[in-house]
């Protein structure tokens, strides 16, 4: 039995309900014109569609949302 500080855990032993995450539906973000590290996010991210491999695709995404611009407010 586990032990959360100074009372006792019991384990779950029952099946539990599924956890739902919410879809995401906002558009995916544009590259920024003229910088380099976008086009190469949004080369990796095309190529990653391709080849059907969503998970790198949600990365691209991520980062070009994540890519700091000179001006831009955060």
């Known amino acids: 039995m586990r032990t959360t500080r100074d009372r006792a855990v019991k384990p ?9 995450l919410p879809l995401r539906t906002d558009p995916e973000p544009v590259p920024a014109a003229g910088c380099g590290v976008c086009a190469a996010l949004a080369a990796q991210r095309r190529e990653a569609r391709v080849e059907g491999d969503g998970s ?19």
Not at 12 to 20: D, F, H, K
């Open 12 to 20: 779950i032993t029952y099946a539990q309900p599924p956890v739902e």
């Open 56 to 74: 790198v695709v949600s990365d691209c995404n991520v980062e070009l949302r994540n890519h700091p611009h000179p001006g831009e407010s955060t």
